[in-house]
C-alpha cells in the first residue's frame, strides 16, 4: 500500500505542475484534476459493476418470490436461482471483482492526500489550507450529499434496513469528514460527483439486464 500510495502523490505533484503550466498552480485543483483521470482510468471496471448492480437489482422481486417459494427447500431455490441467473444472462459475482479490484486504488490515494506535504500555494475557493479540515463544513456536507445521491441511484430495495442505511452512510460520511483533511473531502466529493454521472451515463446508454454478466 506505501508503494501504490507514493504512486499517487507522485500523481498528483504531475497534476500540480500540469495545474501550474496553464496558469492555475493549486492542489484543490490538482486533486480535481487527479480524481478525474482515476475515474476514467478505472471507468470500465465501475460500469461493469454498475450494469450487474442494476440487473440484480432488477431481478430481485424474481429472487424474493423464490426464496418464499423455496423457503424450506435450499436444495431446490439453490437449483431455480442458478436456473434464473443463466436465463437471464446474470452473473451474481460480475458487480463484486470489479470493485475489489479497484479496492486498494482508493485505499492508496485515500493516504496519498491524507499524507501528502502540501506546499505553499494559493487559496483554494474558501479554504486556506488543504491539509486542514474545512472550517466552513462546505465540504464534509457536500461529501454527506453527494453519497446519498449515488447511493438512491443504484438502490432499488425498499426495506427498512436499506432505508436506514441510505440515511446511516451520507450522516457517517459527513461526520468522519469533518475531522479529514480539506484536500481528501475534496477528493471524495468530486469522485461522488464524477461517480453520479458515470452512473447515468452507464444506466442511460445501455439495458442493465442485458449487461448484468457481461
Not at 57 to 69: G, M, N, T, W, Y
Not at 80 to 100: F, I
Not at 115 to 142: E, R
Not at 152 to 165: E, G, L, Y
Request: proline share 6%; net charge positive; hydrophobic share 45%.
Amino acid at each position: 500500500m506505501d508503494f501504490l500510495s507514493g504512486i499517487m502523490q507522485k500523481l498528483l505533484t504531475l497534476c500540480y505542475n500540469a495545474s501550474a503550466a496553464v496558469g492555475l498552480a493549486n492542489y484543490g485543483v490538482a486533486i480535481i484534476l487527479l480524481t478525474v483521470l482515476l475515474k476514467v482510468a478505472l471507468y470500465p471496471l465501475t460500469a461493469k459493476s454498475f450494469r450487474s448492480m442494476r440487473a440484480m437489482q432488477e431481478l430481485s422481486p424474481k429472487i424474493k418470490a423464490l426464496q418464499e417459494k423455496y423457503k424450506g427447500n435450499p436444495k431446490k431455490l439453490n437449483e431455480e436461482m442458478a436456473r434464473l441467473y443463466k436465463e437471464s444472462g446474470v452473473n451474481p459475482l460480475a458487480g463484486c471483482l470489479p470493485m475489489l479490484i479497484q479496492m486498494p486504488f482508493l485505499i492508496a490515494i485515500f493516504f496519498a492526500i491524507r499524507d501528502y506535504q502540501y506546499l505553499q500555494q494559493p487559496d483554494f475557493l474558501w479554504m486556506k489550507n488543504l491539509a486542514d479540515p474545512d472550517p466552513s463544513h462546505v465540504l464534509p456536507v457536500l461529501s454527506a450529499l453527494t453519497t446519498w445521491i449515488s447511493q438512491k441511484q443504484t438502490t432499488t430495495d425498499t426495506s427498512q434496513q436499506s432505508k436506514m442505511m441510505m440515511i446511516f452512510m451520507p450522516l457517517f460520511i459527513g461526520y468522519i469528514s469533518l475531522s479529514f483533511p480539506g484536500g481528501l473531502v475534496l477528493y471524495w466529493v468530486a469522485g461522488n460527483i464524477i461517480q453520479i454521472i458515470q452512473q447515468w451515463w452507464t444506466y442511460r446508454s445501455k439495458p442493465a439486464a442485458s449487461q448484468g454478466g457481461a
